[in-house]
């Protein structure tokens, strides 16, 4: 069962990048599924295949979309954070894929964008995401089941 940290919600500003966040994966859900040859080089083949993995990268990120917005409406303010962290470092696993593939235009943008998913998780967690204490249950908002 998720639990709400006590208090106020997430500050303004994390909640602006959490909605950013949810904007952006939605949008790229729509570029996928409409126009996936946007997603790869300008003289690059879509195939069977391309459009396959369009339809995976669409789930993943409607999913991400989704749960972003649900997480900020439910307040739930610690696996918020965990999710921004996950989806900051998703943002640097793209960041690596487009340096290898020589999409140089878009990689300081996606850098940019894991820095500050990352800065609104440790807000939210109280601590960076390589810290155990970023990941581990440690609300005082009691322990017993439901």
Do not use: T
Request: charged share 10%.
């Amino acid at each position: 069962m998720l639990q709400k940290r006590s208090g106020a919600g997430a500050p303004w500003w994390v909640q602006l990048i959490a909605i950013a966040g949810a904007l952006l994966s939605g949008a790229g859900a729509i570029v996928a599924i409409s126009q996936p040859a946007m997603l790869v080089a300008p003289n690059a083949e879509i195939g069977i295949a391309a459009h396959v993995f369009a339809g995976y990268f669409v789930a993943r990120s409607l999913a991400f979309a989704c749960v972003l917005l649900l997480l900020l409406v439910l307040r739930v303010q610690r696996v918020l954070g965990q999710l921004l962290a996950l989806i900051g470092l998703v943002q640097f696993f793209d960041a690596i894929i487009d340096m290898g593939e020589g999409r140089w235009a878009v990689v300081l943008g996606v850098i940019l964008l894991g820095i500050l998913f990352l800065i609104a998780a440790a807000r939210l967690c109280g601590s960076a995401f390589w810290h155990r204490s970023a990941w581990a249950d440690c609300d005082k908002v009691g322990s017993s089941a439901a």
